[in-house]
């Protein structure tokens, strides 16, 4: 199969969908990889490197596509690469269709097969190709959020973990997965006063065994989290429902109880966020403030540290993309229902249900395009 790695165009994305490592073992199973000139700069990694691997470097993105059967990329197409994607060529990426109607619609009339990253899913539900990134991300959530809590950077000027004699700042993570844990995690050794909320008890028991004495957990209500944010300095929004659109948890008649100067980063905005008032924004401009409170709801947080997710996120997407490269996208879907679970558009039908009901779309269940 003939594999094509384009550049990532998204604002400040600086991560490349496949290491040299991933390239060698694509080549070695006997497929040709394409990669684009440069891909792999701003994650360190120089088209010398690919190209000792067995990679062919291309000088333009729709070289790249032209050539490839199967595009692996790192975060969902923009708009100038819409009319590149071939029908029936198959991309392998983060889509996030559910916070983006106008993708939804691209993809489709393409008719190109779009298997999704944050879909796959174990049979235990875990979803091990969103993982890497949600480590990724709430662990930078908390960093983001002390930082933007300082003065200049718009906050009320308060010290994550205070100092002798000083109280530390009330962080408040809502949702106890792996982006909230990590969050909780990072707040509490930055010695933080941290409330974490989940609407599942075996989680909360969970937590409340891991975690360290400065971590509280509390049951999500709408109740609990109207009486806690009040106090919040820094709240952090991680909640996720697998390929549907995220749950509004802050409403925009919230902020005006919480502290001026407050932070909320909303780390769930690719799903379309958790907060009322939430809006992708970008690494460039990476806060707004609404009500007097401070929203960061950078879209591709992981794309700032790209040395550490780039590998992370591609020691979780390689077997995969060998899988698929080695089958092909039917008889390894056939195969996997973890990869059956990634499918979300093939050849213009939406086949993941949540999709579907984001936007009243009709629904074709997956096992008619196998």
């Given amino acids: 199969m003939k594999v094509g790695i384009?550049?990532?165009?998204?604002?400040?994305?600086?991560?490349?969908a496949i290491t040299p490592s991933g390239v060698m073992e694509l080549v070695k199973n006997g497929h040709q990889v394409y990669v684009?000139?440069?891909?792999?700069?701003?994650?360190?990694?120089?088209?010398?490197?690919?190209?000792?691997a067995g990679a062919v470097i291309l000088p333009k993105i729709e070289d790249v596509y032209k050539e490839a059967d199967m595009?692996?990329?790192?975060?969902?197409?923009?708009?100038?690469?819409?009319?590149?994607?071939?029908?029936?060529?198959?991309?392998?990426?983060?889509?996030?269709?559910?916070?983006?109607?106008?993708?939804?619609?691209?993809?489709?009339?393409?008719?190109?097969?779009?298997?999704?990253?944050?879909?796959?899913?174990?049979?235990d539900r875990s979803l091990p190709l969103l993982l890497p990134m949600s480590e990724v991300a709430g662990r930078m959530s908390t960093q983001e959020g002390a930082k933007f809590l300082e003065k200049p950077m718009g906050g009320h000027g308060i010290l994550l973990g205070g100092v002798a004699g000083v109280k530390p700042a009330k962080v408040l993570v809502l949702?106890?997965?792996?982006?909230g844990t990590q969050a909780a995690k990072m707040?509490?050794?930055?010695?933080?006063?941290?409330?974490?909320m989940d609407i599942s008890l075996p989680r909360l028991r969970y937590l409340d065994d891991v975690m360290p004495a400065n971590v509280k957990t509390m049951m999500s209500s709408e109740y609990n989290v109207r009486n806690e944010i009040k106090d919040a300095d820094l709240i952090i929004g991680s909640v996720l429902i697998p390929g549907a659109k995220a749950p509004k948890l802050i409403t925009k008649d919230m902020l005006k109880t919480m502290k001026k100067g407050a932070v909320i980063v909303?780390?769930?905005?690719?799903?379309?966020?958790?907060?009322?008032?939430?809006?992708?924004?970008?690494?460039?401009?990476p806060v707004f403030v609404v009500d007097g409170v401070v929203h960061y709801c950078v879209a591709n947080m992981p794309g700032a540290v790209p040395f550490t997710s780039t590998i992370a996120l591609t020691n979780a997407t390689l077997p995969y993309a060998v899988q698929l490269a080695n089958k092909g996208w039917k008889k390894a879907c056939k195969d996997s229902e973890e990869l059956k679970?990634?499918?979300?558009?093939?050849?213009?039908?939406?086949?993941?249900?949540?999709?579907?009901?984001?936007?009243?779309?009709?629904?074709?269940?997956?096992?008619?395009v196998l």
């Fill in 71 to 123: 595009i692996i990329k790192v975060k969902e197409p923009i708009a100038s690469e819409y009319p590149l994607i071939k029908k029936d060529q198959l991309v392998f990426t983060y889509f996030h269709f559910a916070s983006c109607r106008e993708l939804t619609d691209a993809m489709i009339k393409q008719k190109g097969v779009c298997l999704a990253y944050e879909t796959v899913e174990k049979a």
């Fill in 187 to 196: 707040a509490a050794g930055l010695g933080a006063d941290v409330t974490i």
């Fill in 341 to 368: 679970k990634g499918l979300n558009i093939v050849e213009g039908k939406v086949v993941y249900k949540a999709v579907a009901e984001a936007y009243d779309l009709p629904y074709t269940p997956v096992e008619k």
């Fill in 266 to 285: 909303d780390v769930a905005v690719d799903q379309g966020g958790c907060a009322e008032t939430c809006k992708p924004t970008t690494h460039n401009d």
């Fill in 175 to 179: 949702g106890g997965g792996m982006v």
């Fill in 6 to 16: 384009p550049k990532e165009i998204k604002n400040n994305e600086n991560r490349v």
């Fill in 36 to 52: 684009q000139h440069t891909a792999g700069v701003g994650s360190g990694i120089s088209d010398k490197d690919y190209e000792k």
